[in-house]
């Protein structure tokens, strides 16, 4: 060793210690030798072999800590740090318990684990809801109630405006701890930090109630669950019952009268005034439509003070607020009467509800007929047959008077579509017969339009940005100025050469038609580039992926140039309805449209709408984004409070953001607490606006009368989502036309009108002769 002859060095080493046991100083001087010289993986492996050999011959503390300093080196190979762990394990388990040295082995054992959490810790996200949730069920399983209540804590620390989170926190103490003042203490901050969440206050009222709090504190607290400003009103009718069941509990009815049961019956009577008033004011609604309220105030006046006539005088107030005309609303009143009443009474009950009942009146003809039968005399008997018959009479005639009014509007309407068919048909005809001129030809396009998707297609006589060389030919230019009045500049006669092969271009192109016996297996697609080259090849790639293609007719117009949309057949109907889901694709810059294939004139009022129109708690409308906001981008900001489930950024129909998105989330809990924190944030120098969807109501048009004037007298908002259409002209002048009262904008379907705007609809325009229009006309 001191000549420096490691190669002899080495084979003397290994003879020795095959003949004797060598000591561990030996061993430390042969491996600290090899580690030296030890610098690829294949030489590690043969030093790991070494040190496997050296901790066989004695005790050797000094050799196990040797050896596992050594295999940190190699922690970060595949499994290093396991590796690691195994060699400080099995050093403890030979030498741990030295006196002397036994210490330092468990000092670095210690050491590298702290290494291990200190660098894991810097690279660790602090946990997201789900991670806790899962958490959570896992310290459930185990049943430590005090890991539990800390990784509740944990988890409401870092996602404080999740109800539901809270709601089984406060569960699991109601349940399991029944501590008084932690769980006092959790319910109050459940209800500071979500006081929007009526459940919570419904749980914290009973909690109290459960611990015996003083019932002056319980009544403060409902008070201020009433100024929490919930969002919904049957929210108010869940408070109002829960402290009402609270009152019922605490009266004493074996007494005939009571300080608590004067305090139940005015508590019952504050809560109809107060649905009546403050909520209806608020919500345009009572949130109690089958006065429950009320009918419990019934049930606990007859059944338990046996008081009949108060129950009586309720639900006659209960059947004059709307209720008379539905049959189980006068079977409830029937059943309390048979209760707790009198079978005079309940006859009478009967007899009004075969009388006033239009939603099921045979139910309750026949339990009116089961009590007679049981109970009433032959008098009895005969009146309620007579009464029921009649009555069953007159509701049978009703319904066949209907149905011939239904299948009269319906042959109505065939006959409308005929006649239109018929018109257009003439219409066509007549401009065949004449000489087409320059200026109609465009008009004539329009007219050639089919009857197929005429919600979803945009009309083809328009001029799109972007579409075409964006140079107006002079025939165009022609037919712009004559809608004015103005002539155009002369145009040059084209040559005959010129007109011939326009001619023959025409004459080529074939007409489109569809099978309507087909339309179950055909899809109309619309929202095409004008410039789309060979669209039936485009296309029948495109829609391969959904099944087998039968065939892809495009449309084109007179000219030849493409319409912008065509019919996509199927071999089997199940193709169609996968086709469907390629709604919105994106195709050449522009969102493409894709809608079943139905007859307008069968349908008039069918309309294709994807998306919900009702609240969706779980979902967000967000407003205020900037045009360059991708989806991704999105997400990231959005997927902080929850998971994200989708994204849909709003565009027009050329494909273009409109700075508006619905963002859909896994749950409800998830989608309020993002809107706390994202309302009013920065995106891009933006200001975002954040909501919970809730779309306006896209209520159907009613048909207007046959005539020209009828179009003057249709609001704007009946279009539809996409407003009137360039190509529906108003023919009346602009001086005559009145300016409509203005009309706050709308934000996320809440339209806000000024305090000069009736809710009323606007009138019907009188319809005006020649001479009233003249007379207009002089006065201007």
């Known amino acids: ?3 420096g002859e490691l190669v002899k060095l080495r084979r003397a080493r290994q003879k020795m210690s095959e003949l004797f046991p060598l000591t561990e100083e030996i061993w430390l001087d042969w491996l600290k030798d090899e580690i030296k010289m030890a610098s690829e993986s294949s030489e590690r492996e043969k030093v790991y072999e070494l040190f496997e050999r050296a ?5 050797c503390p000094e050799i196990w800590l040797e050896y596992a300093q050594y295999s940190i080196g190699g922690i970060g190979q595949e499994g290093g740090i396991e590796k690691v762990r195994s060699i400080f394990e099995r050093a403890l388990t030979a030498v741990g318990l030295h006196v002397t040295k036994g210490t330092a082995l468990w000092e670095a054992y210690r050491e590298f684990e702290n290494a291990i959490l200190e660098t894991a810790q810097l690279g660790a996200e602090t946990p997201k809801l789900a991670e806790y949730q899962a958490y959570i069920d896992f310290e459930m399983k185990a049943g430590d109630p005090a890991r539990i209540q800390l990784i509740y804590e944990r988890a409401l620390a870092e996602n404080c405006l999740v109800p539901d989170l809270w709601a089984r926190y406060n569960q699991y103490l109601d349940r399991q701890l029944k501590v008084k ?3 006092l203490s959790a319910h109050d901050r459940a209800v500071r930090n979500c006081p929007w969440t009526v459940g919570l206050w ?16 319980i009544s403060e607290m409902f008070e201020k669950a009433l100024n929490a400003g919930f969002i919904q009103a049957t929210d108010y009718v869940e408070i109002w019952q829960a402290y009402l069941d609270y009152l019922r509990r605490r009266v004493d009815f074996t007494q005939d009268s009571s300080k608590e049961l004067e305090e139940l019956r005015s508590a019952f009577a504050r809560a109809v005034e107060y649905l009546k008033q403050e909520v209806e004011e608020r919500f345009s609604e009572s949130g109690d439509p089958s006065c429950t309220i009320m009918q419990n105030w019934a049930r606990v006046e007859a059944r338990l003070c046996n008081n009949m006539q108060k129950a009586r005088e309720l639900w006659d107030n209960i059947m004059t607020k709307g209720n008379a005309k539905y049959a189980n609303m006068w079977l409830e009143y029937y059943n309390l009467e048979r209760a707790h009443g009198d079978t005079q009474h309940c006859r009478k009950a009967l007899h009004r509800a075969v009388q006033c009942t239009s939603d099921y009146p045979e139910h309750v003809c026949e339990v009116l007929l089961t009590l007679e039968r049981i109970e009433g005399t032959l008098e009895d008997w005969d009146a309620a047959v007579q009464k029921t018959e009649n009555r069953l009479a007159r509701v049978n005639e009703q319904r066949a008077k209907a149905a011939e009014k239904e299948a009269a509007l319906a042959k109505q309407e065939e006959e409308k579509a005929e006649q239109r068919k018929q018109a257009r048909a003439e219409k066509k005809a007549s401009k065949k017969a004449k000489k087409p001129r320059i200026g109609d030809k465009r008009k004539a396009d329009d007219d050639d339009e089919g009857e197929w998707g005429q919600e979803e297609e945009e009309q083809p006589s328009k001029r799109h940005k972007g579409d075409g060389d964006g140079v107006l030919l002079e025939e165009d230019m022609e037919v712009e100025t004559g809608l004015f009045g103005r002539s155009g500049p002369e145009k040059p006669d084209r040559p005959a050469n ?6 023959t271009s025409r004459k080529d192109i074939p007409k489109v038609l569809h099978d309507s016996s087909k339309d179950n297996v055909t899809v109309f697609v619309s929202n095409l580039s004008y410039n789309m080259a060979d669209p039936e090849v485009k296309l029948k790639e495109l829609f391969e992926s959904c099944g087998e293609v039968a065939e892809i007719r495009p449309v084109f117009s ?17 193709s169609a309805l996968q086709a469907l889901g390629l709604d919105r694709k994106v195709v050449e810059g522009r969102p493409m449209f894709v809608s079943p294939c139905v007859d307008k004139n069968k349908n008039p009022d069918f309309k294709v709408f994807r998306y919900s129109t009702t609240l969706e708690k779980h979902k967000l409308f967000i407003s205020g984004l900037p045009f360059s906001c991708t989806k991704e981008e999105l997400e990231d900001v959005c997927k902080a409070h929850g ?4 994204i849909r950024l709003v565009t027009n129909r050329a494909g273009k953001p409109k700075g508006l998105a619905y963002v859909e989330y896994e749950n409800e809990a998830q989608a309020s607490q993002a809107v706390l924190k994202m309302d009013g944030l920065t995106v891009k120098e933006h200001v975002i606006k954040v909501a919970i969807s809730n779309p306006p109501l896209r209520k159907l048009p009613d048909k207007p009368e046959a005539g020209r004037a009828s179009q003057f007298a249709v609001p704007r908002q009946i279009y539809g989502a996409r407003g009137k259409g360039r190509t529906q002209l108003s023919m009346m002048p602009r001086a005559l036309q009145r300016q409509s009262n203005p009309v706050a904008k709308a934000e996320n379907g809440m339209v806000q009108n000024s305090p000069a705007t009736s809710s009323e609809p606007p009138e019907e325009p009188k319809k005006m002769s020649n001479a009233d229009f003249a007379k207009m006309l002089l006065k201007k």
């Not at 419904?202 to 504190?217: N, P, Q, S």
């Not at 007179?558 to 199940?574: A, I, P, S, W």
């Not at 998971?643 to 989708?646: C, I, L, R």
């Open 181 to 183: 003042e932690l769980v």
């Open 643 to 646: 998971n994200v489930k989708d």
């Open 55 to 59: 901790v066989k011959d004695y005790i």
């Open 202 to 217: 419904i749980r914290y009222l009973l909690a109290m109630e459960r611990h015996r709090v003083d019932h002056g504190i």
């Open 498 to 503: 010129q007109k011939e092969k326009a001619s």
């Open 1 to 3: 060793r001191q000549e």
């Open 558 to 574: 007179n000219k030849g140039t493409f319409r912008g949309y065509c019919y996509v057949e199927f071999k089997e109907e199940k």
